[in-house]
């Protein structure tokens, strides 16, 4: 049949928007596809047949948008990550579809209560931190914007772990997110492609006389897609999110089997599934382990194949103009195995010539670094490379020789500049590095805010940014105001809307309009009103997980993100152990009351950041139960940082903690999510802080500390912290208490590494800024006194944040570096002639 041919005909109940239609649609959900009546459901059968309620809706417009592609075949944007942390679909899905109201009335009058079916998603945490929720930021606005798409990655049966505390110390426990089923994906069998690993290369000649190779591989696993429909925000564009999941070759089980090795057949399956196991916990951390490659290959291989075969099988286009149909955007290096991958496929399997696969692969990809950190940069070891992809090292050492003469003619007799452009290191023992890799093989390179952009050219890819500067640019980054406003804070969003309408959902640079009620004094006291009652929610919600009580006029002071070194959470805990000496050397000081809330994840193997966690809890123990600092200092772990509870911390913050040592944050993106919901940032002038700053405005921005030029420079010079600490009496004192054991039960052992570190030789400098970030905090005490003007500020951050939408970012990456139409999708069940 012709797709022309294909009518979606499909019934009122699974596309109607009325309440009576849904309520009825839910009812028969839970009937025929839980297989429950009203009596015996339980709560995630309700969740599951409200879910599958919304997912029909989802998939008339998604049928009618993968229509519209095959139809039209407009050039796409393929965003290739090996992290996509999509937090709960349901009420994002609820939100892009308008039918958020409606829904939970048609809930709630079938007497079921909402809320807590929105609670019952398990979310897939599919991410580490900043760089996955990027990705799912972007697969939003994509969608809103009507951009075609497709978002590819890694179905990982265990997502990021769940966090546990015990005794202070983290605790990690797998992620079963699947456990319950997952109503919003659709696995493709029919769909699945074949990846290969291991073995030797051949040489052969092929029927025109041309020399070829060929991979004779040593297994094979199959990559099974899971599709789940990405739908944008009141358009009906409706992109996919495929995720790959490894399963066994079933004709390789077969030799096995009928030998009688019966084991062997197994334990191939087992070992092939074990590929899309579990996500690597490691943020900005490489451990270099062979399963990460083959997991990047396996992800990448499969997208590719994909892509080929959806543009030369089923739109029957000729290879040769792959790169105008295509384009592919690498998430960071995990993906770049994907430029000699194309450059295989072209080669090897379509029989193209070198230049014209080079020229093809390289029209393709586009780069986007997220990381200066050395230990982030991925390479891999070129005997462990070799092993497992024995074509794909020839491939490189054919594009590094290529590549090198180039270097050479241009800057001849320069030894040095070759060995640190060579995609190979060979300054010790060899390793393949994958951000040459990707740099050379992409048209365009971007960081994700402009000092990091700056920073990304005159360091890390200096030499690749003077010899090839047009390929280099900018994307700040952005957060999607639907979860992180509209999602997360109705109150505010309400309070928005009935002033400048709702437009700024789709536009955030209307927020700006806000600046006109700033002087309006009953909306300054409204919006205190809401974050009053936001952090009266939080309150409870500590009050039942962690059994503390707080003070909710105090400030809520909150610092919520991975936790790193270089993120310096143990700068924070030396302000809070500064104020508590204060307090303790004169309790009647007047201070402006505190809650200090912190939240995030340490890599299960980075023994630091576990320490820093510890510390934190340790000193909560002692703050917390010390009747001289009641009610004006609490601290707060909330465990078990993850997108569902990020989007309740956000609205509820007066201070937003972004204190990275500057030069080291590429970008960061929870700075935005907290000013935008009208917490005040107190930070330093790094990744997008600067940007925040400039565009909410000095005055309503809390900086200090060493800019990144300084901190190169004093490192330069030799770091020395100990001479901090020797002149600076609050420095020494908190020092000293830690050491002391006074927060280890008398245990001085405990917090040595983390101490140590820090008096001799601290790569992040905290002492440097210490006395810097206690003056600042001291004027957020002084500023937050005056209740009015801090609400003005608040409001007047709200109402910047316009550019830190990820509709403008994706907007840049269309306009400047993808050069992708939007296409607009017919809405259903409406007369339509866009097409
Ligand atoms: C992060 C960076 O640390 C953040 O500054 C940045 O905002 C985000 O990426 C998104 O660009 N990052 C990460 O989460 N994981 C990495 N491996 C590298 C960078």
């Not at 899905?93 to 007497?111: P, S, T, W």
């Not at 270099?288 to 030369?312: A, N, P, W």
């Not at 951050?797 to 550019?803: I, L, Q, S, Y």
Request: proline content about 4%.
């Amino acid at each position: 049949m012709q797709t022309e041919d294909i009518q979606i005909r499909i019934e009122d109940d699974r596309t109607g928007l009325e309440i009576e239609t849904l309520k009825r649609a839910i009812l028969d959900n839970l009937f025929y596809i839980q297989g429950k009546f009203p009596e015996i459901a339980t709560l995630n059968d309700y969740y599951m047949a409200l879910a599958y309620t919304v997912r029909d809706r989802l998939i008339h417009r998604w049928l009618i948008s993968s229509q519209t592609y095959t139809k039209v075949q407009p050039r796409e944007v393929c965003y290739l990550s090996a992290e996509f942390l999509m937090g709960p679909h349901l009420g994002n899905n609820l939100i892009n579809l308008g039918i958020y109201d409606r829904m939970r009335q048609a809930v709630q009058e079938l007497g079921l209560n909402f809320e807590a079916l929105l609670e019952q998603e398990e979310e897939p945490g599919l991410g580490n931190g900043g760089l996955g929720r990027l990705a799912a930021c972007y697969l939003d606005s994509m969608a809103t914007l009507d951009i075609p798409s497709v978002g590819y990655g890694i179905r990982y049966e265990f997502g990021i772990f769940d966090q546990d505390i015990h005794d202070g110390w983290q605790v990690e426990i797998t992620d079963k997110w699947l456990k319950n089923g997952n109503p919003w994906e659709i696995a493709r069998p029919e769909w699945a492609f074949e990846v290969k690993f291991g073995g030797r290369t051949e040489r052969y000649t092929d029927e025109k006389g041309r020399s070829r190779v060929k991979w004779i591989p040593d297994r094979m696993v199959q990559g099974v897609p899971y599709d789940t429909p990405i739908l944008g925000y009141e358009t009906s564009s409706t992109n996919t999110l495929r995720l790959w999941s490894a399963q066994a070759v079933e004709s390789f089980d077969f030799r096995a089997f009928n030998a009688g090795d019966y084991y062997g057949a197994v334990g191939n399956k087992v070992f092939s599934e074990n590929l899309s196991k579990v996500l690597y916990p490691n943020d900005e951390q490489i451990q270099g382990k062979q399963l990460r490659l083959e997991q990047q290959y396996f992800f990448v291989s499969c997208s590719l194949q994909d892509m080929i075969r959806t543009h030369c099988d089923r739109r029957g286009l000729p290879i040769s103009i792959f790169h105008e149909k295509f384009t592919v955007q690498l998430n960071d290096t995990h993906p770049a195995i994907a430029v000699a991958e194309l450059m295989r496929l072209l080669l090897d399997e379509h029989g193209i010539e070198w230049d014209q696969a080079w020229h093809i692969t390289q029209s393709t990809m586009a780069y986007t670094n997220h990381t200066l950190l050395p230990e982030a940069l991925e390479r891999w070891a070129v005997g462990l490379f070799g092993s497992l992809l024995p074509r794909h090292l020839e491939i490189i050492y054919e594009i590094n020789g290529r590549f090198l003469n180039e270097v050479r003619l241009r800057y001849p007799k320069d030894d040095e500049r070759i060995r640190r452009m060579s995609i190979i290191d060979e300054s010790g023992d060899r390793y393949v590095r994958m951000a040459n890799l990707a740099t050379l093989g992409s048209y365009s390179i971007n960081g994700v805010a402009e000092l990091h952009t700056q920073l990304l050219k005159q360091d890390v890819l200096h030499d690749f940014a003077e010899m090839y500067p047009e390929r280099f640019n900018n994307k700040t980054n952005g957060v999607t105001p639907r979860r992180f406003m509209v999602l997360s804070n109705p109150r505010l969003t309400k309070l928005i809307t009935s002033k400048i309408g709702d437009h700024w959902i789709r536009n955030l640079q209307e927020l700006r309009q806000l600046e006109s009620f700033v002087e309006d004094l009953e909306f300054r006291s409204e919006w205190r009103q809401i974050k009053l009652a936001i952090k009266r929610d939080l309150a409870n919600y500590i009050q039942e997980q962690n059994g503390i009580e707080v003070n909710v006029d105090s400030i809520f002071d909150i610092q919520a993100k991975r936790f790193h070194e270089y993120k310096r959470q143990h700068l924070n805990v030396l302000h809070i152990i500064t104020l508590y000496n204060r307090l303790k050397a004169n309790p009647n000081l007047d201070i402006t009351p505190r809650t200090f809330i912190f939240g995030g994840k340490a890599a299960p193997g980075y023994q630091m950041a576990k320490l820093i966690i510890k510390l934190i809890n340790s000193v909560a123990d002692v703050v917390n139960s010390d009747p001289d600092v009641r009610d004006r200092i609490k601290v707060v772990f909330l465990k078990d940082y993850n997108v569902k509870f990020a989007q309740r911390v956000y609205p509820a913050a007066d201070l937003s903690e972004q204190i990275s040592t500057a030069g080291k944050e590429a970008s960061g993106t929870g700075n935005m999510k907290f000013s935008m919901n009208g917490a005040l940032t107190i930070g330093t002038l790094d990744g997008a802080n600067i940007e925040i700053r400039e565009e909410v405005g000095a005055e309503n921005f809390f900086l200090f500390g060493l800019t990144a030029s300084k901190v190169s420079q004093i490192k330069a010079k030799g770091y020395d912290p100990m001479q901090y600490y020797i002149a600076n009496s609050e420095l020494k004192a908190a020092i000293d208490r830690i050491n002391s054991g006074f927060f280890s039960k008398g245990d001085t052992a405990l917090f040595k590494p983390l101490v140590g570190s820090l008096m001799y030789q601290d790569p992040y400098l905290l002492f440097a800024d210490y006395q810097s970030y206690i003056d600042v905090q001291t004027q957020v005490g002084e500023a937050y006194r005056d209740q009015d003007h801090w609400t003005r500020m608040s409001i007047l951050n709200t109402a910047r944040m316009g550019k830190f939408s990820s509709d403008r970012s994706i907007r840049e990456y269309v306009k400047e570096v993808w050069k992708i139409d939007p296409l607009k999708i017919c809405p259903p069940n409406e007369p339509c002639s866009i097409h």
